[in-house]
């Protein structure tokens, strides 16, 4: 009877499994090669016999004073080992700021304040087609002082948003918490555009009277990415202070940055950014390590400001009225694109599993030396991480991060969803993304969560955490009463 013939190789297997193969063996290299010299070892002594093990031992002619300094030798390194690691840094918990219904900015509301304010039809028209295929939703929110016609970007309305999103973040992290304002060591306030005198910090060490000693810091002018340095900044901080708490507050303040002039490079934040904060509580002491959410892993920074058309990608200015807006370059994109590459070939090796660095270099070596058009090859970051947060900067930054990095819609589900129903809320975006992970309930003990942030200068920032447990869906928090409806479908334009 003849037999069926063989099918191809090449069509019958997955090669999938034969990457996951690969990438199991190299991975565990160590293991593999250290499990036959222990077999042989084991063998080897069960040869022996114990007769001759001891007279092994013997021959060795040890006496007490070898022991004891062999021993004190041992405890001295690992002294010195453990006294010069650096103290781990928890995430304890965070909050962000949930804005009220009555803040809401539906598109028909907003076109229709910017054509009683501005006379000029392209440029209102302009601003619809950007509304149009921005990837936000109908909920966001405006500050009160932008509901008026025309807005009124005041000093003391400039405040009493910073006030209103602020204490509202910090007193949700208290009450989640349980913390005591005299027991925070370290603030650290980043907003970018709103530096008044006395600074936030300020504003917020006098509402909760804080600490005469208190380490504070105002960050500003650092863009949507400053979230991350704050974190940076702490992180530092928390290395030199033992068994001290550290409170990072990420917002942007909308009130005085509203442009009322013409100019289409500056019209672009009026239509994409929106209010929101985010209070974090960091800790390095160890008994916090058990209620604590994350760890915290790595932070890469990478500054592209030498460059001069970086410099001026993101650019606060006057236009030819006199107006002053924020000026967003057609070069973005590009520049972006480079930072990003530049911070992910250096996070890769910190990342990356040791099969899928091989693959890097052989590609980058099969390049350089056979074949200079060869397709590079992309890291696979789905093998380093289970999450990602994507800066919420617009629709094309996610696009592009998800083209580049080869995610699939659920890795950017969490970026994408939050630009529609909060907009670009600068640098606390990154936690209202965290914070739909948690909602959805995807947050596993031991998930690994790679926050990615852009910003003005220019910067692209990299924080890396580990979850140290399983996260119960919050029952507060901005999803709580909208988390059921998404995801929801985001149309390539949505016509108004």
Known sequence: MTGAPLPLFSSSVKLKYVKRGYQHLVDNFVTFLSIPVMVAVGL????????????????????????????????????????????????????????????????????????????????????????????????????????????????????????????????????????????????????????????????????????????????????????????????????????SNALVISTEIITPNYYAGNQRSMLLPNCLFRMGAAAILLSNRRRDARRAKYRLVHVVRTHKGADDRAYRCVYEEEDAEGHTGISLSKDLMAIAGEALKSNITTIGPLVLPMSEQLLFFFSLVARKLINPKRKPYIPDFKQAFEHFCIHAGGRAVIDELQKNLELSAEHVEASRMTLHRFGNTSSSSLWYELNYIESKGRMRRGDRVWQIGFGSGFKCNSAVWKCLRTVKTPVDGPWSDCIHRYPVHIPEVVKL
Not at 55 to 83: K, N, P, Q
């Open 44 to 243: 080897e002594l069960a040869r022996r016999g114990p007769q001759e093990i001891v007279g092994l031992w013997r021959a060795l002619e040890l006496d007490v004073i070898h022991i004891l300094c062999s021993v004190f030798v041992i405890v001295f390194v690992a002294t010195v080992y453990l006294m010069s690691r650096p103290r781990p840094v928890y995430l304890v918990d965070y909050a962000c700021y949930k804005p009220p219904s009555n803040c809401r900015v539906p598109f028909s509301a907003f076109m229709e304040h910017t054509r009683l304010i501005n006379s000029d039809e392209k440029s209102v028209q302009f601003q619809m087609r950007i509304l149009e295929r921005s990837g936000l939703g109908e909920e966001t929110c405006l500050p009160p002082a932008n509901h008026y016609i025309p807005p009124r970007p005041t000093m003391e309305a400039s405040r009493a948003e910073a006030q209103l999103v602020i204490f509202s973040a910090i007193d949700d992290l208290i009450r989640k918490t349980g913390l005591k304002p005299k027991d925070i060591d370290i603030l650290v306030v980043n907003c970018s555009l709103f530096s008044p005198t006395p600074s936030l910090s300020a504003m917020i060490i006098n509402k909760y009277k804080l600490r005469s000693n208190i380490r504070s810091f105002n960050l500003s002018g650092m863009g949507c990415s400053a979230g991350l340095i704050s974190i940076d900044l702490a992180r530092d901080l928390l290395q030199v202070h033992p068994g």
